[in-house]
Structures are given as C-alpha cells and as structure tokens.
Nanobody, 121 residues
C-alpha cells in the first residue's frame, strides 16, 4: 500500500494555469501506472492523464494539449500541469497508483483523497 497526498487545487479563473502535485509515501517507480483522475459534480470519475512505468503517457482527449503529466522519482511525486483551464475542468482531482499483481491483469489501486479544482468563468 501507499499513501497518496494531492495538493495544488484551488479556485481559479478560466484561462488560468495550475499545477497539481501528488506526493507518495513510498517509491512510485514500483507502480505500473500513476496518474490523475477527476470527478465533476454528478459525474463519474474519469482519467485525466497517466504515465506508465515504461514512460508511456496517456491523456484524455478533453485535456490533450492543455495538460502535462510528469514524475520525479527522487521525490516520489507526480505532477499535473494544467493551462488554459475551462469551467468544465472543475472537479475533484485524484491521484492514482496502480500495480498489476498477476498475469491475468488483476490490479491493486491506490487513491488519494483528492484536491478540488474550481474554475470560474
């Protein structure tokens, strides 16, 4: 297990930039993927961006070109740099660390408690 603590959320205006941080209690290099999900009010949690152990990065179509995910293994921290924020980016942003535990693809999911991002028009 790993403890994940998100920070960096807040109230911003449309068009602003924000950087979220996810600090892990242990090495993040051991996880198969680590990334960010968000949940808007009344909506399901959705992927924003994730980075795999081999360096592959995936972005949601809605944020591609506006967001950049990066990791600092020495600090056990993952970042999400967001620019050109839109009202529809509002939501709670959760950090996720996933570990594949067997050849069938079963996973162990670790989640932080989230950080709220509110974008006003």
């Amino acid at each position: 297990q790993v403890q994940l603590v998100e920070s960096g959320g807040g109230l911003v205006q449309a068009g602003d930039s924000l950087r979220l941080s996810c600090a892990a209690s242990r090495s993040i290099s051991r996880f198969d993927t680590i990334g960010w999900y968000r949940q808007a009010p009344g909506e399901q949690r959705e992927l924003v961006a994730r980075i795999s152990s081999d360096g592959t990065i995936n972005y949601a179509d809605s944020v591609r070109g506006r967001c950049s995910i990066s990791r600092d293994n020495a600090k056990n921290t993952v970042y999400l740099q967001m620019s050109g924020l839109r009202v529809e980016d509002t939501g709670v942003y959760y950090c996720n660390a996933r570990l594949v535990v067997n050849v069938q693809g079963a996973t162990v999911e670790n989640w932080g408690r989230g950080t709220l991002v509110t974008v006003s028009s």
